[in-house]
């Protein structure tokens, strides 16, 4: 009798030994998917987007290979280079800043993400971003492409990185923070000048 409850005891303590060694964390999918960034507008969002096209993993159409469903989910470099963008959202603007500690000009905003997100250094001015890459139609416009205006008379004075669906992040000017404008909006449409596609994402 007292070896059967000797076994019992046994029994219990390795069971509740196993079942505190699995922890919370190890029971949980080590690769989650990012989640997608928020539009401010409620009204305009990015384009849904073909997942397959946003993976690395996923082999071509009509390779007559099935994606391992368990194998993780990759993005590509304009993925990256949005959803960094997207966390940047309302740092103040700062005359020449080019640091998240600083705040950002316009220029300063964009070559901090894709120094940050991808490693390309860009020129440090709007004037030289735009006559770096090639050039881009509008019609053409891809996540991650760079939108230029004339905002004081003739030359390139602004910068903004494109997302998709006419939207673009930016840091605007003095007193006003990074944020999501339209293309379509007067103001942006009447002094667009352009866009370009760095080298990174040809």
């Known amino acids: 009798m007292a070896s059967m409850r000797r076994a019992a005891v046994l029994h219990f303590s390795v069971s509740a030994l196993l079942f505190a060694c699995i ?62 963008a997207m966390k940047l959202r309302n740092i103040a603007y700062r005359h020449g800043g080019s640091e998240l500690s600083t705040g950002f000009d316009c220029s300063g905003f964009v070559r901090y993400v894709f120094q940050k997100s991808l490693g390309l250094d860009l020129p440090t001015n709007s004037t030289g971003q735009f006559e770096a890459g090639s050039e881009v139609n509008r019609d053409g416009l ?51 000048a352009g866009a370009r596609r760095p080298d990174a994402l040809i």
């Open 23 to 84: 922890s919370q964390p190890a029971l949980s999918s080590p690769f989650l998917p990012p989640d997608r960034p928020a539009i401010d507008s409620p009204d305009i969002g990015l384009r849904a987007t073909n997942d397959a096209t946003m993976r690395v993993d996923v082999p071509a159409t009509g390779s007559g290979v099935a994606a391992d469903a368990k194998a993780p989910v990759h993005v590509g470099p304009r993925r990256v280079l949005a959803d960094f």
């Open 142 to 192: 891809k996540m991650g492409d760079l939108v230029f205006f004339r905002t004081q008379g003739r030359r390139v004075s602004h910068v903004g990185i494109y997302l998709d669906n006419g939207l673009f992040i930016h840091s605007p000017s003095r007193g006003k923070r990074v944020r999501i404008d339209h293309l379509a909006e007067s103001y942006w449409a009447k002094r667009f």
